[in-house]
């Protein structure tokens, strides 16, 4: 007998909840406390590589199964919409490294198990200033911002992915919360000033956070200076 749409859907979404399961609990900080005290300091470097590594390879089964039990096909953009979807998907990938680059010290694990510090005033020798910077300056999350993009630029749609992208999203939004309560247990006081003046996912036009263009003056006024 043929399986229904609600019984193939089931094994991709039970799929999706043991990946989002693994993903939170490598990205606790019991989980990275434990790896620093087994491997120590040199994990740190490493940690963030392992995450994305094992994020990449666990997701693959996932697009196996979507792939064997796709559902109902419910549209395919025509070309050349469809390779400009593609296009876009791979240009948001690509962007996106950006935010890595912007804010490393935000990944690693002795700054996260540090507590909140200051530019004068750090509460340990492993702690670290938000130090907003690049894209940082104009939205809180790229990283959901890019989740959302790269999900929703498919440019084809079944019942099951169209499922898989609905939990995909409430999961990614969520743990963005989650993401932010750990920066302000970071950072302290000086995130909540930057979350109440910077838009989560949406930049608002051209502005961006006042921190960051004074410390483009000031490296400018510094490298004058130096001339």
Same mark, same amino acid.
């Given at each position: ?43 740190? @470097? $490493?940690?963030?590589? #392992?995450? +994305? !590594?094992?994020?990449? &390879?666990?997701?693959?089964? /996932?697009? *196996?199964? =979507? ?12 070309? @050349? $919409?469809?390779?400009? #979807?593609? +296009? !876009?998907?791979?240009? &948001?990938?690509?962007?996106? /490294?950006? *935010?890595? =680059? ?126």
């Amino acid at each position: 007998m043929e399986e229904t749409s609600i019984e193939t859907a089931i094994y991709p979404v039970l799929y999706l909840i043991g990946f989002a399961a693994l993903h939170s609990l490598l990205a606790s900080l019991p989980v990275k406390r434990a790896a620093r005290m087994h491997f120590g300091p040199r994990v740190d @470097p $490493w940690y963030a590589v #392992f995450f +994305s !590594a094992s994020a990449v &390879v666990t997701v693959l089964p /996932l697009a *196996a199964l =979507l792939y064997t039990f796709p559902g109902r096909v419910l549209y395919v953009l025509p070309s @050349p $919409w469809f390779w400009l #979807f593609v +296009s !876009a998907q791979l240009l &948001v990938g690509i962007i996106s /490294l950006r *935010a890595f =680059l912007d804010a490393p010290h935000r990944f690693l694990i002795r700054a996260q198990l540090a507590g909140p510090a200051s530019p004068t005033s750090p509460t340990s020798p492993d702690s670290f200033a938000l130090a907003i910077r690049g894209i940082y300056c104009h939205i809180r999350d790229p990283f959901l911002l890019s989740g959302f993009l790269l999900i929703w630029l498919t440019p084809f749609m079944t019942e099951n992915l169209l499922l898989v992208y609905l939990i995909t999203t409430v999961y990614l939004f969520l743990g963005s919360l989650h993401w932010e309560k750990r920066l302000t247990a970071q950072f302290g006081s000086a995130y909540l000033a930057y979350k109440n003046e910077v838009p989560r996912m949406i930049p608002r036009g051209n502005s961006r956070w006042s921190e960051c263009a004074g410390d483009g003056s000031r490296r400018k006024e510094q490298k004058n200076k130096k001339l």
